[in-house]
């Protein structure tokens, strides 16, 4: 039967009519299909210039032989890679810890305020977060002026001095962070809020019977009932601020002295400005197992959570 | 059916017929019978410059039948930089491109020899400067034109007014326009006693330290007065030597009377601070002159263009030129010699050096004395100095002699003003130093 089957070209085309009809209907194949342009896209914009920096950081620096991880072993010795390693840890984690605690904070104002006038001051708050951040950044840069600061001239009215906003290494590490927390706090803000009206309000009230401070609510049912979005916020975060360029590049381009680079900025003056492409590839790779290590712990958490639920 | 079958008679016929048609026809030649060019210019600072460079690709094309597009890149946000870097990695991208100092010997192994255009126009315009050379030729092979356009060299550009009041110093009498600088005495003791004076009068001198061009520029023409050279030209690390020594200690002393605010300075914050009168002197190509000649005009009218002053070693001043190269991928390769060619004429260069308002400034020696530089004003005669038209300065880029990928890293890297920052601000010479060869030691890998 097989046997005319196989010589019978119109049964074996019903069959994989049939077949492909089948497939077709399975759920898991519409899903694929659907997604097939988002995988699409993100294979030809993201997995393809990953793995051609992962080929670039394995060549010497005049891209004519395969060096292995030379690069990798070469920036290990370098004194301007630490100081660039401290930093991106330095200015990623500060900045993070610091929108988390002005999101969380400034979420609970805005949860307070009657529903009626709460969307306004939703949308203003937001405002920092919506602008572009190279055009915002700009701006501080003009406020942070070596000659003409704005906020120079508002302090000289207290009788203060010049602050070498980004003239001195501590100063311009604060400066950089400082406006990549205003730029990130609303993004932490939107996420709590959205986190707080999700809570319960049953839980308050039975922790109000039970005699619950202010603090204890905040401790044994705010904070817990937060613990996943304030997770997933902080690792969103922790990736884009250690990926940041635009922030660094335009407020002190990674001066002075190499003091504020972070491995974007780094990356694209070893790589772009100083012809070593290759070496520039491996800067920029480094983030990858900071950043893998950082998800793995915080992704495992909200999993183990998750199954605890 | 027999009659569609293309038998021998039938083809023969065919062919001689088709070919006599072909002999017979005139030679009708298309508007744009070359072929078609594609060129990529550097987006000129100055208002309507690009205009000028327009006018003569068109001249060219019509004259040569040569379709061509023409692309005016900035070097705003590095998008020159990132442009050579596709086109590069692509290898596919403009027949000519606009390369910045250090980019043609970057990509030597992939330019289009120029040797045929470049020997021609010194024969006819002049020798080039050292510096030129240092950079388009690697050797013995041009691996790009020296450009007109975006070529600069950033001298001092100072306060008449100012250096009169506060140092005694008749800057005018010392570069006179129209005649030869008398500038024996305008050396480096002069000139830190100047910017001492300057600045306890309220109007320092501005010079920046930080990573960018200026700054670097700046540096590296008063390293090379005190003959200090961080690696020579054979690849040998040499920053532990005395005239880096002294080179150190003269801007260690110098620093105490610039602007605190130096190491965080970038490429506008010197034209800032002249146009806002607050500064005396600062190290600029004439932009910083025209902005003022604009917004500020009793500013620019006390403005003038000089020479650097000499060190133990010379006087030397940053030249930093742009060059026109073609990839060795480029598809008609022959047409963009001829467009590069017609630019670098005497007559192209003038032009663009008038529509530029005497910013431009070709590499060879006998286009250096275009009228317009005499006659720009007020002052008139500001310019006179700026194309260094007595060769009263060795025309310099820092980092040089070194080899030019390790050269490229320090000047990229701002070595020479981390070192100055660093020593100026306390850190002891001998670990100044050590932080610069290890430094360097890393950018001599292969």
Known sequence: MADIAARNPAVVTGDRRSSLHKLMQRKSTIAFLMALPLILLLAILVAYPAGFAVYLATLNKGMTRFVGFGNFEFLFGRDTFWLVVYQSCLFAITAVIFKAIIGFVVAHFVHNIPSKGQRKWRGMLLVPWVIPPAMSTLAWLWLFDPSYSALNWILAHFGIGNVPWTGEAGWARFSVILVNVWIGSPFFMIMYLAALKSVPEQLYEAASIDGATWWQRIWYVTLPMMRNIIAITALFSLIVTFANFDIVRVLTAGGPLNSTHIFGTWAFRVGIEGGDIPLGAAVSLFMVPILAVAATFILRDITKRGSEV | ?446
Not at chain 2, 200 to 223: C, I, W
């Open chain 2, 1 to 446: 059916m027999g009659s569609n079958k293309v038998n021998r008679r039938r083809f023969v016929a065919g062919t001689a017929a088709a070919s006599a048609a072909f002999v017979a026809a005139p030679f009708v030649r298309g508007a744009y019978a070359a072929g078609k060019l594609s060129v990529g210019f550097w987006d000129h600072w100055v208002p309507g410059a690009n205009k000028a460079t327009e006018a003569l690709v068109k001249e060219w094309a019509d004259k040569e039948k040569v379709e061509v597009s023409m692309d005016f890149i900035t070097s705003q946000g590095n998008k020159l930089l990132l442009t050579t870097a596709a086109e590069s990695t692509a290898k596919s991208g403009h027949d000519v491109l606009a390369f910045s100092t250090w980019l043609p010997s970057r990509y030597a192994d992939q330019l289009v020899p120029m040797n045929d255009v470049v020997e021609p126009l010194i024969k006819a315009n002049g020798p080039v400067n050292g510096t030129v050379e240092y950079l388009g030729k690697v050797g013995g092979k041009w691996l790009a034109v020296p450009a007109t356009s975006g070529s600069q060299i950033k001298g001092p550009c100072s306060r008449i007014d100012l250096l009169k009041k506060h140092a005694g110093i008749d800057i005018q009498a010392m570069y006179p326009a129209g005649a030869p600088p008398k500038a024996d005495g305008w050396n480096l003791d002069t000139f830190l006693k100047a910017a001492e004076a300057c600045q306890k009068g309220g109007n320092p001198f501005g010079l920046g330290l930080g990573a960018t061009s200026d700054s670097v520029d700046t540096a590296g023409a008063l390293f090379h007065a005190f003959g200090a050279q961080l690696v020579n030209e054979k690849g040998d690390i040499t920053v532990k030597s005395d005239p880096v020594r002294q080179a150190l200690d003269y801007y260690k002393k110098l620093m105490a009377f610039l602007p605190p605010d130096v190491p965080s300075w970038d490429d506008a914050s010197n034209n800032k601070f002249l146009v806002s009168g607050q500064g005396s002197l600062i190290m600029n190509p004439p932009s910083a002159w025209a902005v003022a000649k604009r917004d500020a005009p009793q500013i620019a009218e006390q403005l003038w263009t000089h020479g650097f002053p000499a060190g133990p070693k010379g006087r030397y001043a940053p030249f930093l030129p742009f060059f026109w190269g073609t990839w060795n991928f480029s598809k008609n390769q022959s047409a963009a010699k001829s467009l590069v060619t017609h630019l670098s004429q005497a007559s192209s260069a003038e032009k663009m050096v008038i529509a530029s308002g005497g910013y431009d400034l070709p590499a060879f020696a006998n286009l250096t004395t275009f009228k317009v530089w005499a006659e720009e004003g007020p002052p008139k005669g500001t310019l006179y100095h700026y194309p260094n038209p007595h060769n009263h300065q060795t025309l310099s880029i820092a980092a040089a002699p070194a080899p030019h990928k390790i050269a490229e890293q320090i000047y990229t890297q701002a070595i020479q003003t981390q070192m100055v920052v660093r020593f100026a601000k306390g850190e002891a010479m001998d670990k100044t130093l050590d932080w610069a060869a290890k430094e360097l030691e890393g950018f001599s890998r292969n």
